[in-house]
C-alpha cells in the first residue's frame, strides 16, 4: 500500500517534471477516490480551472497568490492549464527547499509566520486552499488590498479546515464587507467560493 502511492505520487511528480499537466488531471480523473494530501488537499480538474479562469477574468486579473500552498501542485495546475500566473506563499524554507519535500514547480516566496509586512500584491486574488489557521489567516486579509479572496476547503464534514469556503459569508469576521462573487462544488465533497470586496 505505501509503496504503490509513493509510486503514484513519482509518477505525478515526473508528469510535472515533464510539464504535462494533462495527464495530472487525468490521474485525479480516472480514480474518484484518489486524494494525495502530500501533492493537493482536493481533487484537482480542467472544469475546476475553467471556473477559476472564467471569475478571475470577470474581475480583470491574472495572478494569484496562493498563502500556505505547500508544493503547489493546485497552483501548478492553474498555472499551466490557464496561463494565470500563481506565486505561492509558505513558511519554513529549510523544510520546502530541502531534500526530503515533495519538489515545487512554482515560484514560492518565504515569509513569517503570521504574514506579517507579507504585502500580497493588490493586483492578485489570494487564495488559501484547506488553510489551517484562522488568526494567520486574518493577518494576511488585513495586508491585503487587492479585490478577491478564494477560499477553498470541504464540506462534507468528513475533513477541516479554517477558514471554511463560507467563512467570509459572515460579515461580523472581517473589517472589510466580502460579498460572494460564485462558488463551485469541487468533486470529492469540496467547494471553492470566490469572495469580491465590497
Request: with cysteine; proline share 5%; charged share 25%.
Amino acid at each position: 500500500q505505501y509503496e504503490e502511492k509513493r509510486e503514484k505520487i513519482g509518477k505525478i511528480v515526473k508528469m510535472m517534471e515533464e510539464d504535462d499537466w494533462r495527464s495530472v488531471f487525468k490521474v485525479f480523473e480516472a480514480d474518484v477516490e484518489y486524494r494525495e494530501p502530500l501533492l493537493v488537499w482536493i481533487r484537482p480538474s480542467l472544469s475546476l480551472v475553467d471556473f477559476i479562469q472564467k471569475e478571475m477574468k470577470k474581475l480583470g486579473l491574472k495572478k494569484i497568490s496562493s498563502v500556505g500552498c505547500g508544493c503547489g501542485t493546485l497552483e501548478y495546475l492553474i498555472q499551466a492549464a490557464s496561463g494565470l500566473e500563481v506565486t505561492g506563499y509558505e513558511v519554513n524554507r529549510t523544510w520546502w527547499d530541502g531534500p526530503h519535500s515533495t519538489p515545487h514547480f512554482i515560484r514560492l516566496e518565504y515569509v513569517d509566520e503570521k504574514g506579517v509586512d507579507v504585502n500580497l500584491p493588490a493586483d492578485s486574488a489570494i487564495l488559501f486552499c484547506y488553510f489551517n489557521n484562522l488568526e494567520y489567516f486574518h493577518y494576511y486579509l488585513n495586508n491585503y488590498k487587492g479585490p478577491c479572496v478564494i477560499l477553498i476547503g470541504p464540506i462534507d464534514g468528513e475533513r477541516h479546515c479554517e477558514p471554511e469556503p463560507s467563512y467570509l459569508e459572515d460579515n461580523s469576521v472581517s473589517s472589510t464587507r466580502w460579498i460572494v462573487q460564485a462558488r463551485f462544488s469541487i468533486s470529492g465533497g469540496d467547494e471553492i467560493v470566490f469572495y469580491q470586496r465590497v
